[in-house]
Structure formats: structure tokens, C-alpha cells
């Protein structure tokens, strides 16, 4: 499992909120967990956005993996998790050619040679009730096949590249702003 956290006391830019922090006593953590909890969906948001291009899935797949843990007033940290493996090539838009599969894992379309969804030959093929899968054959037999993987791994691609940047940005951005927000609201 991998992840992504705002955690508030890691956070620069944000010492000068002392002040008015001390001033609201008892209703802080409240600004604070609101102002975390705002800014880690805002951040989310770009995630879902960066790790759709980066691996080449669709977004809902995207969606459904990344699980978030909300900040809570005696727990200010806002978690994104996912987890997973290798992901099957057939969620990469995958459609037969005469050469093989072609797919699109990392966001780059390519044909995987010898590759196969469905049987017989071209151009009467018909499907094989194996899901839609992409196999190869093992050997020079018929049997026996491998599904094929694509390499990408949702949990590893989250903590890398252009996904961590775009948190990184959106947390710098918008964290110190929510915060005066709340802060300004409470103070009113």
C-alpha cells in the first residue's frame, strides 16, 4: 500500500497563523481540520487528474482506486491511499490487430506482438469467454497461455513523477490560503 499525507505541522509558510491560532483557543482545531480537509480533496482533484495521464487508465479506474482517509480535529492529516499490482493490459483500451494487441499502458499506444482477446483467424474471429483478457501463448503448442500485465502499478506511479508534483503544487498553493479562510471566519 502507498500513499500520499498533508500533515499539518510538516507544512511551510504556515508559522505566521500562530497568532490568530492562539487567539480562537478551542475552536482552532476546527479551522485547522476544515482548512486540511479542503485542501487535501483540492489536491485529490489534481492526483486523479496527473495519475490518469501518467498511467494511461481511465479515470474512473483511477477513482475507484484512491482511497482517502479525512482529517479528523484530534488527527489533522489527510491520507490518500492505493493499492494494487501489476494491472492486466485489458484496462488499457486493449483491441486486436492482425499483428496482436494493441494498448495503451503509460498513456502510449503500442502493439504487443503475438498477443490475442479473441480466436480463430482474421477476419471471422470470435471471442473465447475469457473476459476480454489479453494472452499470449507460452510455447508452440496451443496451450498453454499467459495473460499479459502491463507494467503499471498504481501504487508505485502515485508516489513518482508528475502525480507527486501536482500534490506537492496543490498542497503549497492552497493550504496556506484555506487556512486564513477558516481562520478569518472563526475570527468574524
Known amino acids: ?85 501489476d494491472i492486466a493490459l485489458k484496462y488499457f483500451s486493449a483491441r486486436e490487430t492482425r499483428k496482436g494487441v494493441s494498448a495503451s499502458p503509460f498513456g502510449k499506444r503500442k502493439v504487443f506482438a503475438g498477443t490475442f482477446i479473441k480466436a480463430g483467424r482474421f477476419p471471422s474471429r470470435v471471442s473465447i469467454d475469457m473476459g476480454g483478457h489479453v494472452f499470449l501463448r507460452s510455447g508452440t503448442s496451443r496451450f498453454p497461455v499467459e495473460k499479459q500485465k502491463s507494467g503499471v502499478v498504481i501504487p508505485a506511479e502515485m508516489v513518482k513523477g508528475r502525480t507527486a508534483e501536482a500534490f506537492q503544487a496543490s498542497v503549497r498553493a492552497n493550504l496556506p490560503r484555506r487556512v486564513e479562510h477558516e481562520l478569518g471566519r472563526l475570527l468574524k
Open 1 to 85: 500500500m502507498s500513499g500520499l499525507a498533508i500533515r499539518w505541522h510538516a507544512v511551510a509558510g504556515l508559522k505566521r497563523f500562530e497568532n490568530q491560532i492562539g487567539a480562537l483557543g478551542e475552536k482552532a482545531p476546527h479551522a485547522l481540520q476544515r482548512a486540511v480537509a479542503r485542501t487535501g480533496d483540492m489536491a485529490r482533484t489534481q492526483v486523479v487528474r496527473a495519475l490518469t495521464k501518467q498511467t494511461g487508465l481511465k479515470r474512473k479506474v483511477i477513482v475507484r482506486a484512491v482511497t482517502v482517509t479525512r482529517p479528523s480535529f484530534g488527527s489533522l492529516n489527510y491520507v490518500m491511499r492505493t493499492r494494487g499490482g
